[in-house]
């Protein structure tokens, strides 16, 4: 039986593309489980969208190899596209036509009877919300509702992949949140995903597994909290009252905490690592209360994948970053 028989729905392996001079991918492995969803990171140029071209047998790889639903996208593309969805960073809806329309029109280009696809059609408008929109234009319609029309085009056949490209990119916060429901729907019937976004919180709510790309080469994989392990502890924060207590804020949190603070002399926001969470906290407030140092704020918080992808790169989401793999297990 083939790995993907085992339950492996994606895998590639020492995925490479050039163009010219500028090397895209430099060997990208990856693989994602059968019903589960792989968030794949990096900046802009990282090379998520040029993996994803190439899964979706939309570009050829100089070299490696890669398999979707069990096929290989090189010399079975036809069966490879039969088995996914995708929708890309832009929404690819006829703005001309009304929603139904769309995912009609859809589901016939897929050979669908014409029974099927309006039935179909009707389904989907329904999953996603969009059943009193479904006889207008989708011209009229706002950025989250074209996205979520975009994504219900993307499973007119039922695909056992679905690759979404950036899928909450230009939206509001509220369209943002909107999409990220749609997509828990999808994760709970069974569906396998691959998700490339630049937003950290979305990979932390929505992914099974995460993998870091920079410059075409994997950085970082692991789950959310392996990654966030590598930074290990919880950060403690305070706020001073005055930009003046910011000096004996920093002895104070040197103390208590693992390594020198970091400062904000704008926001007067002193932080540091530290090992033992809420005792730190007791003590650092009873040290700051005896040096009459005025607290505003004061909190606990474990690390984001902000602070994993500033502790690989030393930069974040929307900058270039060095390369070099670290594996976590």
């Known amino acids: 039986m083939s790995e993907t028989g085992r339950g492996i729905a994606v895998r590639a392996r020492g995925l490479v593309k050039t163009y010219g001079s500028t090397r895209a991918l430099d060997g990208v492995d990856l693989e994602i489980p059968v019903g589960q969803v792989l968030g794949l990171l990096g900046p802009n140029g990282a090379g998520k969208t040029t993996t994803v071209r190439i899964l979706t047998t939309l570009l050829k790889p100089d070299s490696g190899e890669a398999e979707v639903a069990g096929h290989n996208v090189l010399t079975e593309p036809d069966a490879v596209r039969r088995s996914i969805g995708l929708s890309g960073q832009y929404a690819a809806v006829d703005e001309n036509l009304t929603g139904f329309e769309n995912l009609y029109m859809v589901g016939r280009l897929y050979g669908q009877p014409k029974a099927r696809a309006r039935e179909r059609a009707r389904q989907l408008l329904r999953r996603f919300r969009l059943d009193e929109a479904a006889d207008r234009p989708a011209k009229g319609y706002s950025g989250g509702m074209r996205r979520r029309l ?4 993307a499973l007119v056949a039922q695909p056992s992949v679905v690759v979404l490209d950036e899928p909450t990119t230009g939206l509001d916060p509220r369209g943002r949140i909107e999409m990220w ?11 396998t995903v691959l998700l490339t976004t630049q937003y950290l919180e979305e990979a932390d709510r929505l992914c099974d597994s995460i993998v870091v790309i920079d410059r075409g080469t994997v950085i970082a994989r692991g789950t959310s909290d392996q990654l966030k392990s590598r930074i290990g502890g919880e950060h403690l924060e305070i706020v001073t009252s005055t930009a003046d ?3 004996v804020a920093v002895g104070v949190l040197r103390q208590v905490g693992v390594g020198e603070p970091a400062t904000d002399e704008k926001t007067r926001r002193v932080d540091v690592l530290v090992e033992t969470g809420p005792k730190a906290l007791v003590e650092a407030l009873r040290l700051l209360d ?4 005025s607290v505003q704020d004061v909190g606990l918080h474990r690390p984001t994948l902000d602070d994993v992808f500033l502790s690989l790169t030393g930069r974040d989401t929307t900058e270039s970053a060095s390369s070099g793999e670290e594996v976590v297990s």
């Not at 975009?150 to 085009?153: F, H, I, P, S, V």
């Not at 429901?181 to 569906?191: C, F, K, R, S």
């Open 181 to 191: 429901d749609v997509i828990e729907q999808l994760v709970a019937t069974g569906a």
């Open 245 to 247: 207590e910011i000096p």
């Open 290 to 293: 005896a040096h009459n140092v």
């Open 150 to 153: 975009d994504l219900a085009g």
